[in-house]
C-alpha cells in the first residue's frame, strides 16, 4: 500500500512563512509528478505548484515568486517553502503523487493524494 504522509501546516501571521513536507512511502517503483494542491472553503481544488522527476516545476500565478517547490528522489519527499503568505492563501493544502507501476509489459500511472493538512493565515 502506497501512502502519502503530510506535514507542516498551520497558523501563522499574513507576511509569515510556512513549509509544508510530504513523503510517499510503500512499495514505489517510481513517481513521476509530486506537488501540492490547495482547496479553500467554497472553493474547488487548484494547483499550487508541481515538479517532475527531472526537476521542472510549475507554479500557480498566484503564488509565484512566493512559494518554492523542492523533491528529494532518493526520499520520495517533496517540500513547498511558503513565504510571504496571504490571507488569500488559507486552505486545505493536499499533497499529490503521480505513482508510476509496470504491469505486465505495461506501465500503469495512478493518482495518489494525502489526507490534507490545514493552512491559516490570519493576524
Known amino acids: 500500500q502506497v501512502q502519502l504522509v503530510e506535514s507542516g501546516g498551520g497558523l501563522v501571521q499574513p507576511g509569515g512563512s510556512l513549509r509544508l513536507s510530504c513523503t510517499a512511502s510503500?512499495?514505489?517503483?517510481?513517481?513521476?509528478?509530486m506537488g501540492w494542491y490547495r482547496q479553500a472553503p467554497g472553493k474547488q481544488r487548484e494547483l499550487v505548484a508541481l515538479?517532475?522527476?527531472?526537476?521542472?516545476?510549475d507554479y500557480a500565478d498566484s503564488v509565484k515568486g512566493r512559494f518554492t517547490i523542492s523533491r528529494d528522489n532518493a526520499e520520495n519527499t517533496v517540500n513547498l517553502q511558503m513565504n510571504s503568505l496571504k490571507p488569500e492563501d488559507t486552505a486545505v493544502y493536499y499533497c499529490?503523487?503521480?505513482?508510476?507501476?509496470?504491469?505486465?509489459?505495461?506501465?500503469?500511472?495512478?493518482?495518489?493524494w494525502g489526507q490534507g493538512t490545514q493552512v491559516t493565515v490570519s493576524s
Open positions: 499529490y503523487a503521480e505513482r508510476v507501476q509496470p504491469m505486465g509489459l505495461d506501465l500503469n500511472k495512478f493518482d495518489l
Open positions: 510503500g512499495m514505489i517503483f517510481s513517481i513521476n509528478y
Open positions: 515538479i517532475t522527476e527531472d526537476g521542472d516545476m
